[in-house]
């Protein structure tokens, strides 16, 4: 099989990680790389060189990939988020695939049409969820499916980082997006509208930009609700969501060892069951706890590399990508009707029934 030609544009923090996935790769050919930094082009050249790898071309512009008429499949966009929708736009136009780091687009009308754009043309667009390919994600998702935490009453979650973001953007748009993608995922996107059905946020200091953090409250089916908090300003990095039910709960977890998803199960063991004071009025018997098993990496890849071979499988048009479009469509319209909350004070918003595309 002849490995397909990429092209990746952006090479900054993020990128860097995206370059070495590409090098990485057998089923690819990294053929150029568009960065306006002449340092961060000039390390691209030295890594191609410790992979093993031809040098790509190196371009300084992202309009001269089409103007020279670049030999290339498919694009990899790692840029600032303000362009993804255009530089995906322009690439989808040129009847190539793309793979764009999250979100999508800045409005739900830019995504939509980027989805019905490369579904009308047969390409394969697929967005940088990453967590999507997350084992202990994945452990979750068949938790869930499984039914046997019984009842869903709530999901909380939690992502804590200390970092900074550019001028435009904050932890809502940054780290909550993961959040949202995961929801989305676990609980599906069924037919012509998601599952959460209302959205309220707070960020705050309001006067500052980026916010501090981020507060969501989700309505997804009843009684289920969603609870989402971000920030960049802790001192650790946190990455936990727990999912309560009435026969039990399991907290998902990413640690500097990697995924880990531990279930405990309610001591009377019914679905029907709720904790509850023991007889002499102390607490109630304690869950009893297990880590799930894991299923492994095919390979030892990363999360990045699984979403990449992914993207690259579905350029035949056979097969769907876990990212797909149509979820990142999703994880935009809610963050819009996050944002129209916070304008309205926190107020409650109800996403329109139907997809925006």
Not at 132 to 143: H, V
Not at 179 to 203: H, K, M, N, Q, Y
Request: proline letters at 8%; a neutral charge; aromatic letters at 6%.
């Amino acid at each position: 099989m002849t490995p397909g030609r990429v092209v990746l544009v952006g090479c900054g923090t993020w990128g860097r990680n995206w370059l070495r996935t590409i090098l990485s790769c057998p089923e690819s050919e990294l053929v150029a790389v568009v960065d306006p930094n002449p340092t961060a082009l000039e390390a691209v050249g030295q890594a191609a060189a410790a992979a093993g790898r031809p040098k790509p071309l190196l371009l300084s512009e992202p309009g001269a990939l089409l103007a020279r008429r670049a030999n290339f499949e498919g694009a990899v966009i790692a840029a600032p988020i303000a362009s993804h929708a255009s530089l995906t736009a322009a690439i989808l136009a040129a009847g190539r695939h793309v793979l764009v780091e999250k979100p999508l687009a800045t409005s739900s009308v830019e995504a939509a049409s980027l989805d019905r754009t490369a579904r009308r043309q047969g390409l394969a667009l697929v967005v940088g969820h990453t967590f999507l390919y997350s084992a202990g994600a994945q452990a979750l998702r068949d938790l869930l499916e499984s039914g046997s935490l019984g009842e869903l009453r709530f999901v909380s979650s939690e992502r804590a980082n200390f970092g900074r973001f550019g001028p435009s953007f904050g932890p809502l748009w940054e780290l909550a997006v993961h959040d949202l993608a995961l929801l989305l995922w676990w609980f599906g996107v069924r037919g012509e509208a998601g599952p959460i059905r209302t959205v309220s946020c707070l960020l705050g200091p309001s006067r500052t930009r980026p916010e501090d953090f981020a507060q969501l409250a989700l309505g997804l089916e009843p009684p289920l609700q969603a609870f989402v908090w971000c920030t960049w300003r802790a001192p650790e990095k946190i990455r936990r969501t727990l999912v309560a039910g009435l026969a039990g709960q399991a907290i998902y977890e990413e640690t500097g060892e990697g995924p880990r998803v531990t279930v405990y199960v309610n001591a009377a063991g019914s679905p029907s069951a709720s904790p509850g004071p023991a007889p002499d009025g102390g607490p109630g018997p304690y869950p009893t706890a297990r880590t799930l098993p894991l299923t492994p990496r095919p390979d030892g890849l990363d999360n990045l590399g699984l979403e990449y071979r992914d993207w690259l499988s579905a350029w035949d048009g056979r097969h769907i990508p876990r990212a797909s479009a149509g979820l990142a469509v999703e994880v935009v319209r809610v963050l819009e009707a996050a944002e129209r909350s916070v304008a309205l004070g926190g107020r409650t918003v109800r996403l329109a029934r139907g997809s925006s595309s």
